[in-house]
């Protein structure tokens, strides 16, 4: 039994005439921001017998499956929402983020190549966001690969440099951590840029 979050049950309350769809609402606000409970709710199980394409459902029962046994038992279901919700970024997000914490955060080649995959498909759904590319860059280089990392690092960089121009676009990200990133971004790809020139001096 995971802990509870006590303020968002003080916030939501559920009536005792509430609706089938008004309970199922209710747990999947539930599922999602709280960890009380370790068995699915009757509700969310007949929701999905009646409604098994909804990819809202595969990605509960994934979060709720990885928090209660394990990302190996919640792969097949961020596979399935991914699969259904083709397109979507933040579901091949999720499900790369999961291989990705199989392989050993790429130690299996494997793994790492199908949490790169999901990853690519996400960034093909949401080309804009730097945060895809600086992830892509960073597992590029843990999986040994520098000269695919310093390229989608400059690509994210070309992309916070875009946002800071245009900062409406992007305004989940304030101007000071825009600047922030860019910084930052911008000394990950001179020290990549070392490497792999070291790396062609030494061949
Ligand atoms: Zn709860």
Same mark, same amino acid.
């Given at each position: ?30 599922l999602?921001? =709280?960890? =009380?409970?370790?068995d ?12 098994g ?9 994934? #979060? ?5 046994e394990?990302d ?38 494997l ?7 999901q990853? #690519?498909?996400?960034?093909? =759904? ?16 843990k999986?040994?690969?520098g ?7 400059? #690509? ?5 440099e ?31 840029e #070392? ?7 030494r061949?």
């Open positions: 039994m995971g802990k509870i979050n006590k303020e968002w049950h003080l916030a939501n309350k559920m009536s005792k005439k509430a609706s089938f769809e008004q309970r199922v609402e209710w747990h999947k606000g539930h999602k921001n =709280c960890s =009380c409970r370790t699915l709710p009757p509700e969310i199980e007949k929701a999905i017998a009646i409604e394409d909804n990819t809202d459902y595969w990605m509960l029962l994934a #979060r709720v499956r990885a928090r209660e394990g190996a038992r919640a792969l097949d279901y961020y596979a399935r929402a991914a699969a259904l919700g083709e397109g979507i970024p933040s579901y091949h997000f999720s499900y790369a983020i999961c291989l990705w914490r199989l392989c050993g955060a790429g130690r299996d080649p793994g790492a190549a199908a949490a790169l995959s990853l #690519r498909r996400a960034i093909r =759904c949401n080309p804009h966001d730097p945060d895809y590319r600086l992830l892509m860059g960073d597992w590029f280089e999986t040994g690969q000269g695919a990392s310093l390229i989608e690092y400059q #690509r994210a960089l070309a992309l916070i875009t946002a800071q121009l245009t900062p409406h676009k992007i305004r989940r990200l304030s101007p000071e951590s825009l600047e922030r990133l860019r910084a930052m971004t911008g000394e990950k790809i001179r020290d990549l #070392r490497d792999v020139r070291g790396k062609k001096d061949q």
